[in-house]
């Protein structure tokens, strides 16, 4: 692979956009942290649309902030990468605020699982397993960067209730196959996270098709999330029919 920049220079980036946007560290941070407080708030029909708010913010801000402004000054394919990240926060803005697709929710089982151990992992493990790795900060891929931001973001995405639009997860999955390179080629071990959140991220594709597409392609039969998912609809399906009819009358 010709990687057009060296191992400095992919630091010196770091290194540059750290020190230009101090301490805006901190408040991407902390609208992580407000995401995962919204979590506890799924009841709230609000919630959904605040998480959705936020990622969209995120991503804005890695393909402005970092790709566009930084990271296009050594590799001219970034241009490309702001482009992908803000069609990736059009998705959320769209289906997450305008038309309230997305709704996050603690459940069980293995979405949990995958979604809290991302989280943690972008939040905590990621940081601490850099610096063990011998970077120092500003040279240091922070929160807000997207990396750390993509393990983060299908960490949430992995608590998305079913059925939701499997278009927010494609922008996430793709940079996390671009992203993992950065552990091999430049020594950013972290990041060899995202080949996980990459495999979370199809799973998530593949399980929120339709019940009946599944069981056509894998022969796999619904589940009770499924089942809930078409009682749900269907129930909505009929308030609908009957509030037309009422309006009609």
């Not at 905590?124 to 960067?145: D, E, M, N, S, V």
Request: aromatic share 16%; proline share 6%; hydrophobic share 55%.
């Amino acid at each position: 692979m010709n990687i057009p920049f060296t191992s400095a220079e992919f630091y010196g980036v770091f290194s540059a956009y750290n020190t230009a946007v101090w301490p805006m560290q901190w408040p991407l941070l902390a609208l992580g942290l407000l995401a995962s407080v919204l979590l506890t708030l799924h009841r709230s029909k609000y919630a959904g649309v605040g998480i959705s708010a936020i990622l969209t913010f995120l991503w804005v801000w890695q393909a402005l902030a970092y790709h566009l402004v930084f990271f296009t000054a050594i590799n001219p394919i970034a241009y490309v990468f702001a482009a992908v990240f803000m069609a990736g926060a059009a998705v959320f803005f769209w289906q997450g605020v305008v038309r309230r697709k997305l709704t996050f929710k603690n459940t069980s089982g293995w979405r949990m699982r995958a979604g809290w151990g991302l989280l943690i992992f972008a939040w905590f493990i990621y940081p601490a397993w850099t610096y063990l790795a011998g970077h120092r900060y500003p040279a240091f891929p922070t929160f807000g960067l997207p990396c750390p931001t993509t393990l983060f973001t299908i960490g949430l995405l992995a608590l998305l209730v079913k059925p939701h639009p499997r278009s927010a997860v494609v922008v996430p999955v793709l940079w996390c196959f671009v992203g993992s390179q950065a552990a091999f080629v430049f020594d950013v071990q972290a990041d060899l996270g995202l080949i996980v959140a990459g495999v979370v991220g199809i799973a998530l594709q593949i399980r929120s098709a339709p019940a009946a597409t599944r069981f056509a392609v894998s022969g796999e039969p619904p589940t009770p999330e499924d089942r809930n998912a078409t009682d749900t609809g269907k129930r909505a399906a009929k308030r609908v029919t009957r509030d037309a009819k009422g309006s009609s009358a």
